[in-house]
């Protein structure tokens, strides 16, 4: 996903009028993005960890292509439109099944497992699973 990220953010920063600014351009992007990773190295954090936070340092002055004034805002909504356009997939049959019949070695692993497969059935995201409580449980 990041790499994903880093393409969209790259071009739109360097074909916007982003390009010419002498600050809250491609190269302080891609400066603030080495920043974290540097950081995120030393600290010990793995790519899961850190890249929510790489992704945010890619968006954080795109907003700059489009006003100059409220930019923060503009960053916001480039980036909740470039998440409503990624491409999903989706599983086969074959492979959700594989996941079902897979033997896990750890018990919480198998919990893990059984909660994406009951998001994959019920098309819940695993947000809305972690509020369900026992109130929700209908029969019948």
């Known amino acids: 996903m990041l790499q994903r990220v880093e393409k969209f953010c790259t071009k739109l920063l360097s074909e916007s009028e982003c390009s010419s600014l002498p600050f809250h ?25 850190t890249e929510p936070i790489l992704i945010a340092a890619c968006f954080h002055d795109t907003g700059h292509s489009e006003a ?42 198998d919990q893990v497992r059984d909660i994406f497969v009951f998001c994959c059935f019920t098309g819940l995201a695993y947000v809305d699973v972690r509020r369900l409580s026992k109130n929700h449980i209908v029969f019948g």
């Open 25 to 49: 351009n491609l190269v302080h992007t891609q400066e603030v993005v080495n920043h974290i990773k540097l950081i995120s190295n030393e600290l010990g954090l793995k790519i899961e960890e």
């Open 68 to 109: 100059y004034q409220g930019h923060e805002d503009v960053s916001k909504r480039l980036a909740k439109a470039f998440w409503k356009k990624v491409e999903r997939d989706v599983l086969t049959e074959t492979e959700l099944r594989s996941i079902i019949e897979k033997e896990l070695p750890l018990k919480r692993l």
